[in-house]
């Protein structure tokens, strides 16, 4: 009786055994559910398998987000631009403007990161069986912040991305508590080139203007970058002027010289500056950077 008990016992036991490892055989097909899928910026559901340990930034601006939230590492490619943090400078470089998916394909990227189509790129790289992930370019301050979540969220890093956020939140808080009581900052002009194409509000360098509480001369333009005549410039009369494109040989000087600007508030008060465009115009983690630049030449008395 006891031998028949104790057969019946281990045929349970076994049974047990089976019925257990085929609920692990369920939960390996579960564990091989995709790591997460999110849309990109042309509205494309985007699946990766699993966190991508080869990626492709053809994006400088992307670039620094995935250097600063910790997936540097993962970083196999840029683009030729990327050229901060200096780290970014040993990857494999390529060409964003004129993209070859031969040569992004030769990376071998589990996720490609782009931020410009040309010749449909995106296409390209997804009919060559690339995962490609289209990254639209911020406009806002808040945009940035949301596209450093998603980029934590697509690399694995998502706390890491959060106390980025939560670093460059209070870093924003700190600047504007200095200027609580400024009813309204000095006129500017933001010069993008020398064929006077500036910054309006709807563009990411616009939003940090609006933070500095500027009075932006293209304020009522509904174009992120218009082009302003130089009759428009002169009759604003801006109190200040920044210059991004001195690496295209303007200056202080060169700007003094031109016809009918000696009257210029800027000019005459010597209030032009000249500003690293990588600084102020990436839509990325370097944006409190950017505003704290900025914030010392429009408001030497309280940003020394």
Aim: charge should be negative; proline fraction near 6%.
């Amino acid at each position: 009786m006891f031998s028949l008990i104790r057969s019946g016992a281990v045929a349970l036991f076994l049974a047990l055994l089976l019925a257990l490892a085929a609920a692990c055989g369920d939960d390996g097909d579960d564990g091989g559910a995709p790591f997460i899928t999110l849309t990109d910026g042309k509205s494309r559901s985007v699946t990766l398998e699993a966190a991508p340990q080869v990626i492709a930034s053809l994006s400088p601006a992307a670039t620094e987000i995935l250097f600063a939230i910790g997936a540097g590492d993962q970083v196999a490619a840029v683009d030729k631009f990327s050229n901060y943090p200096p780290e970014a400078a040993t990857r494999q470089q390529l060409d964003a403007f004129e993209p070859s998916v031969e040569a992004i394909a030769g990376a071998q990227p589990d996720l490609v990161f782009v931020v410009y189509d040309p010749g449909n790129l995106v296409d390209g790289l997804t009919n060559a069986g690339l995962t490609v992930f289209f990254l639209e370019t911020p406009t806002s301050v808040e945009g940035v912040l949301d596209q450093i979540r998603m980029l934590g969220q697509a690399t694995g890093h998502t706390q890491e991305a959060e106390e980025l956020v939560t670093t460059i939140e209070q870093g924003i808080d700190d600047i504007e508590e200095k200027l609580a009581d400024v009813q309204e900052g000095p006129s500017l002009f933001h010069e993008v080139d020398n064929q006077l194409y500036t910054v309006a509000p709807a563009s990411f360098v616009g939003s940090l203007y609006a933070i500095l509480k500027v009075q932006n001369i293209a304020a009522g333009s509904d174009q992120a970058f218009p082009q302003l005549s130089q009759e428009a410039i002169i009759e604003a009369d801006p109190e200040v002027i920044i210059l991004g494109d001195a690496a295209g040989g303007e200056s202080a000087d060169t700007v003094k010289a031109r016809p009918g600007w000696g009257s210029i508030s800027a000019v005459t008060n010597d209030r032009i500056y000249v500003i690293d465009p990588d600084i102020v115009s990436r839509p990325g983690p370097r944006l409190v950077d950017a505003l704290k630049t900025l914030a010392q030449m429009l408001y030497p008395e309280r940003f020394e």
